[in-house]
T-cell receptor, first 116, second 113 residues
């Protein structure tokens, strides 16, 4: 299993500013994922972050808006840049454990972001 | 189009009662189906993972069923407890060139005393 912590747990930010969310895993993992969960919606994958390579972004998400760092096998950051109220959401960090066929996905507690 | 639909959207039951949540999907090709529990303000926690060949899988008071032919799954909760109040999310993983996770919107369950 994997235990994931995130900082901050919540924040209220002004339009036009940026926020960096940190994700720490208690063990070394290959793949880390960043998700967004907007109010009343399901989880949406933003990007996959592998150590030593550029993050892979899903359709609708771009690096300029959501730059990601993955400096080692236990840590990653997601920055939400030039924020607008539409970015108000819960941001979740996740990783995998197990075989690729039935891998178990673990999630952090999430960062609740409100943009005014 | 790959979709996962859950019903009901929300459900209220009394403590000690049983309930069943439904999940229909159109994801193809199919790899596996997962049920997650998400408490308010927390990240999702995996309950079960079922592959094509599995019809049923239990995790304590949670029992998931899968009919890969009709592309339907259910999650049955037995003898509900107040701590079962949460959102239950069905997630389907595709296979081959379609290996993404498709997330349902979840069923919000409230267990009242």
């Amino acid at each position: 299993s994997a235990v994931i912590s995130q900082k901050p747990s919540r924040d209220i930010c002004q339009r036009g500013t940026s926020l960096t969310i940190q994700c720490q895993v208690d063990s070394q993992v290959t793949m880390m994922f960043w998700y967004r969960q907007q109010p009343g919606q399901s989880l949406t994958l933003i990007a996959t972050a592998n150590q030593g390579s550029e993050a892979t972004y899903e359709s609708g998400f771009v690096i300029d808006k959501f730059p990601i760092s993955r400096p080692n096998l236990t840590f990653s950051t997601l920055t939400v840049s030039n924020m607008s109220p539409e970015d108000s959401s819960i941001y979740l960090c996740s990783t995998l454990s197990g075989t690729s066929f039935t891998d178990t996905q673990y999630f952090g507690p999430g960062t609740r972001l409100t943009v005014l | 189009k790959n979709q996962v639909e859950q019903s009901p959207q929300s459900l209220i039951i009394l403590e000690g009662k049983n309930c069943t949540l439904q999940c229909n999907y159109t994801v193809s090709p199919f790899s596996n189906l997962r049920w997650y529990k998400q408490d308010t303000g927390r990240g999702p926690v995996s309950l079960t993972i079922m592959t094509f060949s599995e019809n049923t899988k239990s995790n304590g008071r949670y029992t998931a069923t899968l009919d890969a032919d009709t592309k339907q799954s259910s999650l049955h909760i037995t003898a509900s407890q107040l701590s079962d109040s949460a959102s239950y999310i069905c997630v389907v993983k595709g296979a081959g060139n379609n290996r993404k996770l498709i997330w349902g919107l979840g069923t919000s369950l409230a267990v009242n005393p």
